[in-house]
T-cell receptor
């Protein structure tokens, strides 16, 4: 029972273009969503987050959009850079006090020069 | 500023052997977590500790035990390793409830043969 799904295992984008990574969830109790970036042989690092009371959050080149009715969120990277090439994980928090994140399977982003 | 430190980084075990994965954080966080990452599965929560002296099961706890030794340290023990426990293990910490963001260690790559 995968409560958080990233249906695209990989995405390939040209440098300077927009990268759009998608994530769907099934549990309506999730109230906070995060994106993590992971390079090989390193731990995930926090990228950006959004509360369920918002529909958009922006941080520099990164923007996360949340559509609660569709239980869907997306991460936009504009413009994409070769250094953005990594695995991106979507994660959801169920609102407990202990931060038990539920992760998607991850999407491998490759940005070509 | 080390953040979250895991030891060892790599380990090969024979089936039936035991070992303990160590984790320490220097951010004075209350909550600590152990996740495992498997191909196509994302990160799955094994155990977590909301505060010193407390631990609780996550999504995939079978075959593991944990100890929250003090506020800094949270160890994961495999009593009798099985090939199904071959995975990359990540320790994380967060300052719940003030912040949802979790900080991850670099991971331990464990192979059970």
């Amino acid at each position: 029972d995968q409560q958080v799904k990233q249906n695209s295992p990989s995405l390939s984008v040209q440098e300077g273009r927009i990268s759009i990574l998608n994530c769907d969830y099934t549990n309506s109790m999730f109230d906070y969503f995060l994106w993590y970036k992971k390079y090989p042989a390193e731990g995930p690092t926090f990228l950006i987050s959004i509360s369920s009371i918002k529909d958009k959050n922006e941080d520099g080149r990164f923007t996360v959009f949340l559509n609660k009715s569709a239980k869907h969120l997306s991460l936009h990277i504009v413009p994409s850079q070769p250094g953005d090439s990594a695995v991106y994980f979507c994660a959801a928090d169920g609102g407990t006090s202990y931060g038990k994140l539920t992760f998607g399977q991850g999407t491998i982003l490759t940005v070509h020069p | 500023n080390a953040g979250v430190t895991q030891t060892p980084k790599f380990q090969v075990l024979k089936t039936g052997q035991s070992m303990t994965l160590q984790c320490a954080q220097d951010m004075n966080h209350n909550s600590m977590y152990w996740y495992r990452q498997d191909p196509g599965m994302g990160l799955r929560l094994i155990y977590y500790s909301a505060s010193e002296g407390t631990t609780d099961k996550g999504e995939v706890p079978n075959g593991y035990n944990v100890s929250r030794l003090n506020k800094r340290e949270f160890s994961l023990r495999l009593e009798s390793a099985a090939p199904s426990q071959t995975s990359v293990y990540f320790c994380a910490s967060s300052e719940r409830p003030e912040s949802t963001e979790a900080f991850f260690g670099q991971g331990t790559r464990l192979t059970v043969v």
